[in-house]
């Protein structure tokens, strides 16, 4: 029997089984597939990769901060509302013997297996959303009126009996569902390619556990006789443990081994493919559940972020969304949002960088980055936006167009001053050229993108010098305030940075600078 016809032929059963067995009377464990194997929820995770990936997505989803927020005024930002009760029930909390941590990995594990995530909402001290109670997504069987409203038939797991809520009395995280009421789990379109793994993984134990790679047969040159061939039998029946002892050959007998390796079978290629395909199945990158083959050093943490972005970006929006439409009541002042930066903070050296540039270029003030890396906050200045840094007088209120000096038409004066002008608009298409790369190769993360036009304008306070002549501390003026204008909004910097009165300041201030 080859590999492929041993995957889809179901196993024999060893044994009669009694009428009074328990296996009678229990759940059926999903339904069968092509493999021979019924796959459930819990002998799915038997398969490493699944329950892995599975693990990896519930777990870091779980791991992030969950907070209510609540809207300024004026448009101006928003705070986290901690004195908002939902926000203790969603970031702390969720019902009297589960912490936030345990509760949405639990959501997770029931939105990937069964489609759907389901809580009885109790009212309480802490509002008409006080406790949120967790039921057995098996248990709900959820029917929409004709009104297009929503109610749950939840059958009691102990008496048997059900009863209907509406929609109002279960909050309901509903996965990819083709009618808009029922999710569909990811599990239930795996089910096959899972039960194929665990076939696999099943013919694999069965070779290495019975010997079957040491298996091959004898040839022997004429008629063996019974009590020779008894004696060799018994030499081939070793105890476990034994495999190392000599076997016993006789009258000019040869043991030619099997050539029918696990290689040979493309069994190990298939439990490869199998780790890619639960992979593609829950979205996740192969190498973070152990499948290396095509990651490098480089890649790698390229892929991390892609697994933020579109790995887990659609779970934690399905979360956010579902929250916000039936647990917040003032949508328009309050809303709910996981802090998706405890994720992609980088190592210690990049998260520095881009705190200095940002508190430099007047961003974020030290208090907002101090509490970020969960330092105490420091009060007084260190809670308010700087002026961009070396900027002092001239270039501080806006950069060259401010510094022209008085009675300046922007017309050139000289032959100096047009050479200057000339120096100016080629500097400043540099800075354009340079930020729109930028801007393509880091646009994806606002800190990756400070760093690195933190990194150019730094650099390019040495070219300032050389092509407009300007001192040192007026060059490095120049580029920090470029800086942050890009970095407030590159857009509009990059407009402005193109007009001609731009760069006629920009010379202007050149002048300033040599003359003085």
Not at 3 to 10: A, G, I, K
Not at 59 to 76: C, F, I, K, W
Not at 428 to 453: P, R
Not at 462 to 489: F, P
Request: proline fraction near 5%.
């Amino acid at each position: 029997m080859g590999l492929l016809d041993s995957l889809f032929v179901p196993p024999r059963l060893q044994a009669t089984w009694n009428p009074t067995d328990d296996r009678w009377y229990g759940p059926v464990p999903g339904p069968m597939t092509a493999a021979g194997i019924r796959v459930d929820e819990e002998g799915a995770r038997m398969l490493s990769a699944w329950y892995r990936g599975r693990d990896l997505l519930a777990t870091t989803l779980a791991m992030l901060p969950l907070n209510v927020y609540e809207r300024l005024a004026n448009g101006s930002g928003a705070q986290v509302a901690r004195m908002n009760p939902l926000h203790d029930v969603l970031h702390s909390k969720p019902n009297s013997w589960q912490d936030s941590y345990g509760y949405r990995r639990m959501k997770m594990f029931h939105l990937i297996d069964f489609g759907n995530g389901y809580d009885f909402i109790r009212p309480g001290a802490r509002g008409f959303a006080d406790q949120l109670w967790p039921i057995h997504p098996p248990l709900v069987t959820p029917e929409q009126l004709p009104s297009k409203r929503v109610i749950y038939h939840v059958r009691d797991e102990k008496t048997g009996q059900t009863k209907t809520y509406t929609q109002d009395d279960i909050f309901h995280l509903r996965g990819a569902s083709d009618d808009g009421v029922v999710g569909k789990g990811v599990l239930r379109y795996a089910r096959e390619n899972i039960g194929i793994a665990l076939r696999v993984e099943s013919y694999a134990a069965n070779i290495f556990g019975k010997g079957t790679l040491n298996g091959g047969w004898i040839k022997v040159p004429g008629v063996l006789n019974d009590d020779a061939g008894k004696r060799m039998a018994r030499s081939f029946l070793s105890a476990p443990g034994e495999e190392h002892i000599p076997k016993v050959l006789e009258q000019g007998s040869e043991f030619q081994p099997n050539t029918l390796t696990p290689e040979d079978a493309q069994m190990l290629l298939s439990r490869k493919f199998s780790v890619t395909d639960i992979a593609r199945w829950l979205g996740v990158p192969p190498h973070m559940i152990g499948d290396l083959e095509r990651s490098t050093n480089n890649n790698i943490e390229q892929q991390g972020q892609e697994f933020v972005t579109y790995s887990l970006g659609g779970w934690l929006s399905l979360f956010e969304f579902s929250i916000n439409d039936q647990l917040i009541l003032n949508t328009e002042r309050f809303y709910a949002e996981f802090n998706r930066d405890a994720l992609v903070r980088g190592d210690l050296e990049t998260r520095t960088t881009a705190n200095v540039a940002n508190v430099n270029a007047g961003i974020r003030t030290v208090d907002e980055v101090r509490a970020q890396e969960n330092w105490n906050r420091r009060g007084g200045k260190a809670d308010e936006l700087r002026d961009p840094a070396n900027i002092t007088g001239k270039g501080a209120k806006g950069g060259p167009q401010d510094n022209q000096r008085p009675g300046r038409t922007g017309v050139p004066e000289s032959r100096a001053e047009a050479i200057t002008a000339a120096s100016a608009s080629r500097l400043l298409k540099i800075e354009v050229t340079a930020v729109q790369k930028l801007t393509v190769k880091h646009g994806k993360s606002q800190d990756d993108f400070a760093v690195a036009i933190t990194a150019f304008y730094s650099s390019h306070a040495t070219r300032v010098i050389e092509m407009l002549l300007m001192s040192e501390a007026d060059a490095a003026g120049y580029c920090a305030s470029q800086a942050s204008r890009v970095m407030a909004g590159w857009v509009a910097a990059l407009e402005e940075f193109q007009t001609e009165g731009y760069a006629q300041g920009l010379a202007a201030w050149a002048l300033e600078s040599e003359a003085a």
